[in-house]
Each structure stands twice: as C-alpha cells, then as structure tokens.
C-alpha cells in the first residue's frame, strides 16, 4: 500500500513545464486535496480534461500559509495533497515553510518536485553563466543580504517586490558606489506573452535623477518581475573592487582621506584601539551615535561585511559627508539616519524588534549634555554581552558617563583607558611630537 503524501510540484510557463505537472499527477492513485493560486486554474481543467484524478479532488485557491501549514499538520499521512507554486518550491519557495513547520519523522510523507524557476530562464534568456553567482529573494525582507553579495559574488539575481523594485534597487548601486560596476538587468513576465527584458548600462546612465530612467523602472513597479547584475568591472577579480585604491582598505585610513568637516574625523589611531574594544566580527550589527561624516562607520562596515552599521547623527551637513564617504569607499553595509538622541533610538528598537535582532556593539562618539540618557537607552537596546564604547573628550562627558557606570554597577562590566596620542612634526631645522587632544575610551559590557 502506497503512503499518503504531500506533493509539492514546481510548475512554470516556461518551455513547456507544466508537463512536470501531468507526469508528477499521472503517478498517483488519487488526490485528496489541492492548493493553487487562482492563475492556476486553466491548468487544473485542462488536467481534469484528461484524467479522473483529481475530479473529486478538494480544491483551495489563493489560500494564506498558515491556513496551508495547519492543514498539512492536520492532515499529513492522512490525505494525498498537492500543492502547487511557481518554479523550485524549495528555493525561497513554499517548500522551506513545510519544511520547518514538521516534525522530522514526519517528513519523509513530503515529495518535492520542483521545475526550471523565472531565475534560471533569466539568466538563460541573457547567456550569463549562474555559476559563482547570488541568487537572493527582497521579498518581505530589507535589502542587506544584497549588500553582502555586492562584496563576494561575481553575478546577483533579485527577486523583487513592491518596497524592494527594481528602481530601488538600482538608487542603491548609484547611492553606494557600485553604478559602475554592474550591467542592470529587468526581466519582466517571462514566458508570457507580455514579457519584457530592459537591459540598463548603469556607468553610462548614472544620472539618477534623469527623469527617463527614473519613469522607465517604475514601470516594472507592480509587474512579476527579477532584477539580474550582471558585473562588468573586474569581473574576473570581484573580491577586490578597485586594486590599490582606498576603498579596500580596513583600518588605519589616513583622516584626510575622508570627506568631513571642522573638527573631524575621529583620529585613525582612536578608530583603532576603538575598534579593537568593540570586538566586530563579520556578521556583527552595530549603532554609530553622533556619527558626524563616518570615519568610525566606514572601517567598521569593512569588518562587519556581511553585518549592518547604523549611523546616526543631527545634523545634516554630517550625514550628507557620510553619504559621499559610503559612495567613496564602497561602505553598502551602512544605513545613515538623520536624527535626534536618544529619541531616534525608539525607531530604531521597533526596526529591530520587527526583524528579531538586536545590536552587537554601540560607539558613542558624540552624544554632549544627553551622554546620559544615551547610555541608558543604548543599555536597554543591546543585546546580552554586548558593547558600549563611548568617546570622551570633554571632562563633562566623562564625568557623567562615570556617574551612569556608578548607578548601573549591577547590570554591566566596564573598563576605561586614557589615550596620549602624538604625531611626528617637522620643522625647518627638527622635529617634534606635536600632541592630539587627549582621549578617555570607555567600555561597557551588558551583564544582567
């Protein structure tokens, strides 16, 4: 006697794969229950046209995931169930969702059967090899896994949505530094009548804000669409984005080398014991308050490539700086937010609680007479075991994030060092040490 099963079948408009459907049906004795999207209708009719499988066969159109999932859970060994979805179910498909939601020992009553996917026939259509390339899904998701592949892979295929379009994604590339570096692709209702490929040279186009670009990749706003980068530069060394240009470097860039105003940057020889106290690591989240132009931001986002750095500060002009930095050193891993603190932290902690994560590390190189209730609401947003490292210059500032460490004995670990920093100066006939201004670093370590 066969098992009762959950089958899972890919099916697609392209080269005529719903034939992957009729066989995969064929096989089976009977079917108990259906899922399908109301387009997939035709297809189940002109399947009852030609056998009685599924002519008593239960159908559900268009039914939510969690109506699915407790369905299968009801039913599973119970029932022989079709489910229906676009391409590979078990690539940001359908499949993953069933997946999680079974027991293991009731898995082996799941039967995926998947078909060529809207990925595949895009890169296809556009003879680009998906070999070393990203295939990642924007789908009700932010865009930072995008920023992790502009870093490692060669060529990157989007799934898109309506907050995550393809103009979106292509004011990313020109905001971060990257117009050059990629051929932009749309690929539009592929396999349908109405399909449409646009194929953008971004280098040649990069004026954003040409009204033309701007109307013609919103059109693609509502559309089943996939946004493919096919990399044009260095395509043959993508890990190392412009040899022997700053852009690759990780610590120590020279301060000059940043685009900033009086008064800044943080010196490279702060930055870096000041790095070294926040212990980043590759997938590490970390907020920047008072920001200023992002000389902190930038060496971190290098370490935290596949992580996020949350760059706050009020005022403009600052941000505006950040902005050009990212673009010049190739930083798509950092999210400026203008703003006030510690108010801004409110938007901040409803973001993370909405993507059930928490930072890492906090560096506080600004924060003035509201030190204080910058650190509390940094306590309470860090995760356990987690990093505030606060730049003081002022005695004040000092003064009051002591007086914070003394009423917060109980919740944290700190430790604090003083930095004389002095550069080698030259003079017409010697040299001297030439002091910067003297710097205390703070660390503190949530311990409930």
């Given amino acids: ?90 690539f940001f498909g359908i499949a993953g969702a069933i997946f999680n939601n079974t027991e293991e020992k009731l ?14 026939k895009g890169f296809a259509s556009l003879k680009i090899s998906m070999s070393d390339s990203e295939i990642i899904s924007l789908h ?4 930072s896994n995008l920023f992790k592949a502009l870093y490692t892979f060669k060529n990157i295929g989007l799934y898109t949505d309506e907050i995550n379009n393809p103009y979106s994604i292509y004011k990313i590339l020109v905001d971060k530094g990257f117009e050059s570096y990629y051929k932009f692709h749309v690929l539009s209702n592929l396999c349908l009548k109405n399909e449409k490929i ?29 946004v493919i980068l096919e990399r044009i530069i260095n395509s043959n060394n993508y890990n190392n984005y412009d040899n022997n240009k700053e852009c690759n470097n990780v610590l ?20 870096a014991v000041a790095l070294s106290m926040l212990k980043l690591e590759r997938n590490s989240i970390m907020i920047d308050v008072g920001c200023g132009s992002g000389s902190v931001s930038i060496e ?34 950092i999210e400026p937010i203008l703003g006030e603190m510690p108010a801004i932290f409110n ?38 075991n987690g990093i505030i490292v606060v730049n003081c210059v002022m005695i004040d500032t000092l003064n009051k994030a002591m007086s914070f460490i003394e009423n917060n004995k109980l919740k944290i670990k700190y430790e604090i060092i003083s930095l004389n920093i002095s550069r080698l100066e030259s003079i017409s006939y010697s040299s001297y040490f030439k002091a910067l201004n003297q710097v205390y670093l703070i660390k503190i370590i949530k311990n409930n």
């Fill in 1 to 90: 006697m066969k098992l009762n099963k959950i089958y899972i079948i890919g099916i697609s408009k392209c080269y005529g794969a719903n034939i992957n459907l009729e066989q995969s049906i064929l096989k089976l004795a009977h079917i108990d229950s259906i899922f399908a999207r109301k387009e997939d209708e035709p297809v189940l009719k002109e399947i009852k046209n030609k056998n009685n499988i599924i002519k008593s066969s239960q159908i559900f159109y268009g039914s939510k995931i969690k109506f699915i999932l407790d369905y299968i859970n009801e039913n599973i060994a119970k029932k022989n169930i079709l489910i229906l979805a676009n391409g590979d179910p078990n």
């Fill in 140 to 143: 009700g998701r932010n865009a």
């Fill in 252 to 271: 120590g860039i020279n301060d000059d080398d940043f685009i900033h105003g009086k008064g800044e940057p943080t010196k490279k020889e702060i930055r």
């Fill in 107 to 120: 898995k082996k009553y799941i039967e995926v059967i998947p078909t060529i996917s809207y990925m595949q």
């Fill in 198 to 226: 646009l194929s953008l040279n971004i280098k040649s186009d990069k004026n954003l804000e040409n009204p033309n670009i701007k109307k013609i990749l919103e059109e693609f706003n509502h559309t089943n669409n996939i």
């Fill in 300 to 333: 971190a986002a290098a370490i935290t490539e596949c992580g996020m750095i949350y760059s706050i500060d009020k005022n403009k002009i600052k941000i505006n700086n950040l902005l050009k930095n990212i673009k010049k050193f190739k930083r798509p891993n």
């Fill in 347 to 384: 938007n901040l902690k409803d973001k993370f609680t909405e993507e059930h994560i928490k930072p890492d590390s906090i560096f506080i190189g600004g924060g003035g007479s509201s030190i204080s209730e910058i650190l509390a609401a940094s306590l309470k947003l860090l995760k356990e």
